[in-house]
């Protein structure tokens, strides 16, 4: 086993992660571990763009009260204030970095409006390529640093008194690395790969959780997991997101035969909240309809949309006759490790950031384009924490390696797939959530310890027991709020506003009655 040593080392490289590696490298010693390419990313894929209340007739205080709206009052109030009221110095710090926000001819900012924001308010680069543009801009100052490890997967994180001081990690090659550092960051996405119709890179299933979970942070609300109204639909699979800025710009959903299904539905129409738009296609489609974007009412569709257009190319989708056909899946984890305002978690020297991290601020149900502004925001808050303690307890040399957990008999990963897509999807109800609950707690009763098993059996395991925790949770919790929906309890309850179901390894919070601190 090769081992190294660094002051933090970064586990993922979506904008949150290298954002921070990137604030960090210039006063300590930073890697970057990513399990493939340093693209694979659900940032890279953003075709949205990055939501801030910069215009002068808009304000911090109405993008909050959008996002605690979007979010069904479930948000972290000092947490979202922390985010909307830095959205105009992050979007300051990008343009520093060399980001190019679009501009129109007068050189003003171009600002595009998305479901649930009261006003235009998203900022875009080439239209529906932000995230790309963002995360080539960061990219090409960390590779400068030489600071990325590709093809590093980590299986656990090493704990030493009951603090986090480095991780165990598999290359492409199978060869094992012990990498000891003062402070690790985990950045590595969401679980929505875990579903078969999503928006995510394919690496995105998850394992950030696991890692914190067997390290004893704590996990919560994970049953909130938002399904964006609009995939792309070729030969019945999912083949990329188009962007909710098409609705923006004026894009209807229709069915077959042209009948708008957001009509009466919400007063915002095809711009209400992901959660109402997606359930809406989910039933038109459970009834045998088909659902369509009709963009025939948009003007220069291809220069506008570059990114949806080549993705509609690509599976034979004719433009010209102005339909796109389109499905809900699995998007956004609102839920994930628990830290607090600075991005610590509940274990000692580890962090968490972006998706993986549950600062709070998206409650039940994100609002658009507050995922990049997260990843900025709070990758600013944990630089400054850590930097902040500049005299890091030293890296112990040793840490004694313990069997890992793997399954007797691992499910295929379709298999997995499909009891997410069955059970915790869309609609949910406690016959399914039960069955989800007993199959993926059958499979964890059946573990056994190996030293050093193959990455196909830690990664399953890791996938079982992420779904074990969202399906607890989701069973948990006994109302409908937000991208939560419970077909057999409808409605949004008082007894869980601002409850969050928690979990730590060996140990169970059902709710917690206030917001935390």
Not at 255 to 261: A, F, M, P, T, V
């Amino acid at each position: 086993m090769k081992t190294q040593k660094t002051d933090v080392l970064v586990i993922g490289s979506g904008l949150a992660g290298i954002m921070t590696a990137e604030l960090l490298s210039v006063h300590k010693n930073v890697i970057i571990f990513t399990k493939n390419r340093l693209e694979d990313s659900n940032s890279y894929l953003a075709q949205g763009g990055i939501a801030a209340a910069i215009q002068s007739e808009d304000s911090w205080y109405d993008h909050f009260l959008d996002t605690l709206q979007a979010g069904c009052y479930h948000n972290e109030p000092e947490a979202t204030q922390q985010l909307v009221e830095g959205g105009p110095d992050a979007i300051h710090r990008l343009v520093e970095l060399g980001v190019r926000f679009d501009r129109n001819d007068d050189g003003t900012y171009q600002y595009g409006q998305e479901g649930a924001h009261n006003r235009a308010r998203i900022l875009h680069i080439c239209g529906d390529a932000t995230g790309k543009h963002l995360i080539d801009t960061v990219k090409r100052r960390v590779l400068s640093h030489g600071l990325v490890q590709e093809g590093q997967t980590v299986v656990r994180l090493m704990m030493s008194r009951g603090r986090c001081v480095g991780a165990w990690s598999i290359d492409q090659n199978g060869e094992w690395t012990a990498t000891y550092a003062s402070t690790v960051i985990l950045a590595t996405g969401g679980l929505s790969g875990l579903y078969p119709f999503n928006s995510n890179a394919e690496t995105i299933t998850g394992d950030g959780i696991a890692l914190a979970y067997e390290a004893g942070a704590e996990i919560s609300d994970l049953e909130f997991i938002q399904f964006h109204p609009t995939l792309l639909v070729t030969e019945g699979k999912s083949s990329g997101l188009v962007t909710e800025a098409v609705r923006g710009q004026g894009a209807k959903l229709v069915d077959q035969d042209g009948r708008s299904l957001m009509e009466g539905e919400h007063p915002l129409e095809d711009l209400a909240p992901r959660d109402v738009v997606s359930r809406v296609l989910y039933r038109a489609r459970q009834s045998g309809k088909e659902t369509f974007l009709d963009i025939r009412g948009i003007t220069d569709f291809e220069k506008k949309f570059p990114t949806v257009t080549r993705l509609c190319r690509k599976g034979n989708i004719d433009l010209q006759e102005g339909f796109i056909p389109v499905s809900p899946g699995a998007h956004f984890t609102m839920g994930g490790i628990d830290v607090d305002r600075q991005g610590a978690t509940t274990v000692p020297n580890l962090y968490a950031v972006g998706e993986v991290a549950n600062t709070g601020v998206h409650g039940a149900n994100r609002l658009a384009s507050n995922s990049l502004l997260e990843g900025v925001v709070f990758a600013c808050e944990v630089a400054n924490s850590i930097l902040s303690n500049m005299c890091s307890v030293p890296v112990e040399r040793t840490v004694q390696w313990s069997d890992l957990p793997v399954l007797v008999q691992s499910p295929e990963f379709s298999s997995i797939q499909a009891v997410f897509n069955d059970h915790i999807g869309i609609e949910r109800n406690r016959i399914g959530l039960e069955k989800a609950v007993r199959w993926f707690e059958g499979h964890l009763t059946n573990t056994v310890y190996q030293e050093f098993p193959n990455l196909q059996d830690i990664q399953m395991y890791q996938h079982v027991l992420v779904g074990a925790l969202v399906a607890r949770s989701a069973l948990e919790r006994t109302e409908s709020r937000g991208s939560h929906y419970r077909t057999d309890h409808p409605i949004e309850k008082e007894y869980w506003r601002q409850k969050r179901i928690k979990r730590r390894k060996r140990a169970y919070e059902p709710v917690e009655s206030t917001a935390r601190p």
